[in-house]
């Protein structure tokens, strides 16, 4: 059977048994049918412990981050505890285009999974409204006179599907021709700052504060000088409202935010978590790609952002993918997994090693990499939720309370106080492994105009290729000695970050040859072909 056939299969819960399992009302509900819906509490002090599950560095064998995340949530619901997951929204970019959906796999699943993939609660488009009304108001600003005096516009629009077609385009406004580009809506400032808000109050400053353009003499114009945050507010105003779904095993799971790990932040939103975190006794977290990118983001940015502090990450790995990273040397791909325990480690956080098992992998390999885990010190476990379910993980589950209750030491890699160029250097050392950094004349630029700023104390958030711990996807395994090039510099003024952009990275992804788009359809009104 397909994801989609085991999802449809399975009989779900209503949403409001699901949302009584944390304490929630029909008063604290928006209803989207029967199986999904906004919940309008707001969160009180967190009672439960955060549990961070991320991964060794993608491959096209798969990780299967998510179907264990589920599985947990699932195992630790079996085993007796309170439990919820706080997961991202998938983005239609890669559902259309060549990852696909993401909502777990096999019997381990959230859903509405079909629904969740498409349109879900609509989250997505009010956000993709939110930036293109920005840059409707900023072009329309200078048609109208231009009083701000506006020369120089740095915001972009955006779109929830891959087109190449917009990476490059022009806009005419009086006579004069502007260059800009699109994103996709995951790379958008707006969900950046959507993410991190801890409230609508922080929601309303950070979109106020935006930078979206200069004038002649450099000096920032913002949402605020365009009297635009109101009508910004307005049409977010359900959409900030964490989404509550379940998995196929009635376990309760907030999907909410979706920015990509190797563009923004990579993290579901700050008040679906800290809500779950309130409700229930574990929150099971994700963060996009190899531990490199969305968990890096999600201990140095989120964590001292919104004052969460991680109980247990969970590092995930296949068989296959880490033979991918050895060319086909099981051992020699353990390189890859050392090299995110080694940058995970830094934090003092409990770390547990899971292995995501496949039906065709070898007791032999299994043994091998469970021996390779313990001699690096590190406690070693196995899920088969993709095909077993709650009962898959059940194993992990204990391991991860017995962590949990263990006192960590948490501690981001680097204090926000430091400059920006010494902040980036604490990650290219400790986490790209770089020997050398090399800035461009632009790049240069930015961050010489950007340490005499107020942004100076902002955290770095990097883009890169999610394949190798390096700038350069080519470097598989664990590559050392890396020069890393920092060919563009950002800022992120509302969700207040700074992007460092190593080498060619893009913010609006392209389609592939065959995109996933072939394969969907609707026959007799039930959506086919998702997987």
């Known amino acids: 059977m397909t994801d989609l056939e085991i999802a449809k299969a399975v009989k779900t819960k209503s949403i409001l048994e699901i949302a009584k399992k944390l304490g929630l009302d029909e008063q604290d509900l928006i209803y989207y ?21 991320t991964a060794i560095s993608p491959t096209p064998m798969g990780e299967g981050k998510t179907t264990v995340s589920i599985g947990l949530a699932d195992a630790l619901q079996e085993l007796g505890e309170s439990v919820s997951l706080s997961l991202r929204e998938p983005s239609l970019g890669p559902v259309f285009g ?8 096999g019997y381990s699943q959230v859903v509405p999974m079909d629904e969740i993939n ?16 920005i840059s409707a108001a900023i072009y329309n600003h200078i048609y109208q006179g231009n009083e701000l005096d506006i020369c120089e516009v740095i915001h972009q629009g955006c779109l929830d599907v891959n087109d190449r077609s917009l990476r490059d385009i022009t806009v005419s406004v009086r006579d004069k021709t502007w260059k800009t580009s699109f994103q996709i809506t995951s790379a958008s400032s707006i969900m950046a700052l959507f993410c991190l808000a801890t409230n609508r109050i922080d929601l309303r400053k950070r979109l106020s504060q935006m930078v979206v353009a200069y004038n002649q003499k450099h000096e920032p114009i913002t949402v605020h000088d365009l009297k635009l945050e109101g009508a910004l507010m307005a049409l977010l105003k359900d959409a900030f409202y964490p989404n509550l779904v379940q998995t196929l095993e009635g376990t309760p799971a907030f999907i909410h935010g979706g920015p990509f790990a190797n563009i923004a932040h990579g993290c579901s939103s700050v008040v679906a978590t800290k809500l779950s975190l309130a409700l229930s006794n574990y929150t099971i977290t994700e963060a996009g790609f190899g531990s490199d990118l969305g968990a890096e983001k999600f ?22 993918a880490l033979k991918y990273h050895g060319n086909g040397s099981l051992e020699q791909g353990f390189t890859n997994l050392k090299a995110h ?11 547990i090693v899971c292995l995501n098992q496949y039906s065709e992998d070898k007791e032999a390999d299994i043994l091998q990499l469970k021996s390779l885990v313990e001699e690096e010190g590190y406690s070693f476990s196995i899920s088969t939720a993709y095909k077993h379910g709650g009962k898959g993980a059940c194993d992990l589950g204990r391991l991860v309370l017995q962590k949990a209750a263990l006192e960590n030491q948490f501690q981001p890699l680097y204090h926000w106080n430091l ?13 790209y492994h770089a020997s050398q950094i090399t800035y461009s004349p632009d790049a240069k630029k930015t961050l010489d105009l950007l340490e005499k700023s107020k942004y100076q104390k902002a955290p770095i958030c990097v883009s890169k290729t999610q394949y190798s711990i390096s700038d ?16 563009k510099i950002k800022l992120e003024s509302g969700a207040f970050f700074v992007t460092f952009m190593l080498g060619d990275i893009y913010a609006m992804p392209g389609l592939p040859k065959h995109p996933n788009y072939e394969k969907i359809d609707l026959i007799d009104n039930e959506i086919v072909g998702l997987f």
């Open 33 to 53: 049918g029967k199986d999904k819906a906004k919940v309008t509490k707001e969160a009180s002090d967190a009672k439960g412990k955060l549990i961070l599950v």
């Open 341 to 351: 325990l080694d940058h995970l480690s830094q934090y003092h956080v409990p770390l």
């Open 98 to 105: 060549m990852k696909g959906g993401a909502t777990g796999g």
């Open 299 to 320: 201990l140095n940015i989120v964590c001292p952002s919104a004052g969460l502090t991680p109980n247990v990450i969970v590092l995930v790995a296949t068989i296959k």
């Open 118 to 133: 498409l349109h879900f609660t609509g989250d997505f488009h009010a956000i993709t409204s939110c930036n293109n009304l």
């Open 419 to 431: 400059s920006l160029t010494q902040k980036f250097e604490i990650l290219a050392k400790q986490v």
């Open 472 to 487: 350069d996807a080519k470097k598989l395994g664990y590559p050392k000695d890396n020069h890393i090039y920092v060919k």
